[in-house]
């Protein structure tokens, strides 16, 4: 049963549009997200995390939105640049416990020119 | 200066084999993790290991084992490798394991293909 769900495998963006990468989690007791990139061939980097007592986290061209509510999350990437095409990797944590990150199954990214 | 290390990159081996996995972390942290992405590219935790305390999931069978010399290694032992075990192992670290603020840091990982 998978708790963090990334239903886009993949998605094609114009350089210097607006990417949003999508998450979707059902486990209530997750307070803390993260987003992570990764290159073929490389592990994931991380990229930006957001509290659960947040709803917006901001750091350059990514921003980080959560909806509590609708157990929601997204990423935002402005402008787009070739170098983003990667893929992401939404991963949310459950604070107190010793699960680890879970992860969603990754959404690649492409930008293109 | 690479934070999280792992030896080797690549690993082919026959079933029945044993074999093991390095990871090593220099940033200082105090938990490491294995993780394993499948064939589906889901990644999903196998072990955490906090100042020498193993959390295992269940879910891990116990032909795989960790072992941990020292706070900046966390080495993964792998008993009769089967052809399901064929992966991508990843390692992590972090400085803390329950605080949900600590970010996780990931090393390159090993692809190992069980023939």
Redesign the interface.
């Known amino acids: 049963d998978q708790q963090v769900k990334q239903n886009s495998p993949s998605l094609s963006v114009q350089e210097g549009r607006i990417s949003i990468l999508n998450c979707d989690y059902t486990n209530s007791m997750f307070d803390y997200f993260l987003w992570y990139k990764k290159y073929p061939a490389e592990g994931p980097t991380f990229l930006i995390s957001i509290s659960s007592i947040k709803d917006k986290n901001e750091d350059g061209r990514f921003t980080v939105f959560l909806n509590k509510s609708a157990k929601h999350l997204s990423l935002h990437i402005v402008p787009s640049q070739p170098g983003d095409s990667a893929v992401y990797f939404c991963a949310a944590f459950s604070g107190g416990g010793a699960d680890g990150l879970t992860f969603g199954k990754g959404t690649h990214l492409i930008i293109q020119p | 200066d690479t934070a999280?290390s792992q030896t080797p990159k690549y690993l082919v081996t026959q079933m029945g084999n044993d074999k093991s996995i390095k990871c090593e972390q220099n940033l200082g942290h105090d938990t490491m993790?294995w993780?394993k992405q499948d064939s589906?590219?889901?990644?999903?935790?196998m072990f955490?290991y906090?100042n020498k305390e193993l959390?295992i999931?269940e879910t891990v069978p116990n032909r795989f084992s960790p072992k941990s010399p020292d706070k900046a290694h966390l080495n993964l032992h792998i008993n009769s490798l089967e052809l399901g075990d064929s992966a991508v192992y990843?390692c992590?670290s972090s400085r803390q394991?329950?605080?949900?603020?600590e970010?996780?840091?990931?090393?390159?990982?090993t692809r190992l293909l069980v023939l």
């Open positions: 999280v993790y993780y589906k590219k889901f990644l999903k935790i955490s906090n959390i999931n990843f992590a394991l329950t605080s949900g603020q970010t996780q840091y990931f090393g390159p990982g």
